[in-house]
């Protein structure tokens, strides 16, 4: 009874509260951060934000553990949520993308980067003998679909193909009558990297919306299929037959995607030689032909050489390829130069925070740019594209968010490294092994017991603006702990 009594007091007090706040004018978010501070609970709520490290998100739990003694059915510990802020536990979202959690985006780069890194040099259970094996790290471009605005460095010279003047920084510095809607087919702006125009096409109408999207959805099948042809040219360049290139030899990669700001993907990848054993779990050097240079030849004329055809109906199909950009590094020699694994992997994890909001768009102010109307064009044009019977497979309606791709951020083949549940689950067992009592250890013989279930998640706008505040606390904390050369 004293307990109810209790209740209905702090929920009377707090609702005099933000009466006041709001009387005085206040915005929302402030009556609610200043509800938040004044809670009696705000302390213990807090700790759990800062657990989680600011997470944006959180998860709200509610149940309990209990780990129970076999022998005498006891329950010796327990662990529930009765008696936390407002009776759930917040659990990290572990969401990928920084644009939604930027702190579980670093946990995932964090884990990515391992995994690179364990591929490149060893470690986490693989060998340090691949770091002598060939290795090359690769960038598979999308195609043009139509000329878009660029932003170029202003030292540089690169200059398309028909250009009649020094087109150094210029965005598209062409030469010729306009296109067939009345618009140019020119623009001499040096875009600023944060210009909304750039990746937007300069005529909307001369732009192929449906290829780009059907590519979009297509570039796993893209890469399938230049997995399929890398040995063929390898084998070629290393003139040896391709029998004895699938015996020998076993690819090992990983790979990320970049969402461009043209709304399309680049692919980056490392990919790396081993030599094949009868055992499938040994990681032994490759055959002396099989060298990263020869590796290099047969990724560019692999990538080259890729086409897949996309059919809807009997009227109409696309055929597709990689785009002819196509960037490959020996990383032995840029680790001569003097660059480190650490860098590289850190090149290659950096992409996996990345969604497709990096191109611009906003669902909730799409049109206000140029970049987010072309992104919106785009879903759009995959929404109408999922009508057609002969793209259900592409589930386009679905994946229209993303502007039609439906594959994963990263991926690797089973023997590069370690994986991420591996990581992770390294990474639970030490948490849970730092928080486990000295004095009180957990026998071999007891059962534990779990039951929780989902109640929420994320915060009111008070509540966030306080997590933000601890994730960016948690930021600063780590730079300065990277500029003392301490360990983060």
Not at 130 to 147: C, E, I, K
């Amino acid at each position: 009874m004293a307990k109810k009594t209790a209740r209905k007091q702090n929920s009377k007090s707090r609702q005099s509260g933000r009466q006041l706040t709001l009387g005085l004018g206040l915005a929302p978010e402030l009556a609610e951060l200043i509800e938040q501070v004044n809670r009696p609970d705000h302390r213990a709520w807090l700790d759990q934000v800062q657990r989680i490290g600011g997470c944006s998100h959180p998860l709200h739990m509610r149940g309990s553990t209990r780990i129970i003694d076999q022998t005498t059915g006891r329950v010796d510990r327990e662990f529930s949520s009765r008696d936390a802020p407002n009776g759930v536990i917040l659990v990290r979202c572990r969401n990928r993308r920084a644009a939604v959690c930027p702190s579980c985006a670093r946990i995932y780069q964090g884990d990515l980067f391992q995994l690179v890194k364990a591929g490149l040099a060893g470690g986490k259970g693989v060998p340090e003998s691949v770091a002598a094996h060939p290795r090359v790290f690769v960038t598979l471009t999308a195609p043009s679909f139509g000329a878009v605005h660029t932003s170029r460095p202003a030292g540089g010279t690169r200059i398309r193909r028909g250009d009649h003047r020094n087109g150094r920084g210029v965005c598209n510095p062409r030469r010729g009558p306009d296109c067939e809607h009345g618009r140019s087919i020119s623009c001499f702006v040096r875009h600023a990297e944060s210009d909304p125009h750039v990746g937007s096409p300069l005529c909307g109408e001369c732009y192929d919306y449906r290829a780009a999207v059907v590519w979009q959805a297509n570039v796993g099948r893209l890469w399938e299929r230049f997995c399929i042809y890398l040995p063929r040219h390898l084998a070629r360049h290393g003139a040896v037959p391709v029998a004895l290139v699938r015996e020998a030899v076993r690819l090992s990669y990983v790979k990320v995607i970049e969402f461009q700001r043209r709304g399309l993907v680049h692919l980056h990848a490392v990919i790396r030689l081993d030599g094949r054993t009868e055992n499938p779990e040994d990681l032994t050097p490759a055959p002396g032909w099989a060298t990263a240079p020869v590796l290099k030849e047969a990724v560019h004329s692999a990538a080259n050489a890729v086409r897949i055809v996309q059919e809807a109906g009997a009227d109409e199909s696309w055929s597709m390829r990689w785009g002819i950009q196509v960037d490959v590094r020996d990383i032995g020699e840029h680790l001569d130069r003097g660059e480190s694994i650490a860098k590289v992997a850190a090149y290659v994890a950096k992409y996996a925070s990345k969604g497709s909001e990096d191109t611009g768009w906003n669902p909730e102010t799409w049109g206000e740019t140029p970049r987010g109307r072309h992104a919106a064009t785009m879903i759009h044009t995959a929404w109408a594209l999922a009508e057609l019977p002969g793209l259900d497979d592409l589930k386009l309606r679905k994946w229209g968010k993303e502007l039609g791709y439906r594959g994963h951020v990263s991926s690797k083949s089973r023997r590069y490294s370690t994986t991420l549940g591996q990581l992770r689950a390294a990474r639970s067992a030490y948490q849970q092994q730092s928080s486990v009592d000295s004095d009180q250890p957990v026998a071999s013989d007891v059962l534990v017991r779990s039951s929780w279930q989902l109640v929420g998640h994320g915060y009111n706008r008070g509540q966030a603006l306080l997590a933000a505040g601890v994730a960016q606390d948690a930021a600063s904390n780590r730079q300065a702990a990277r500029a003392d050369g301490r360990r983060v």
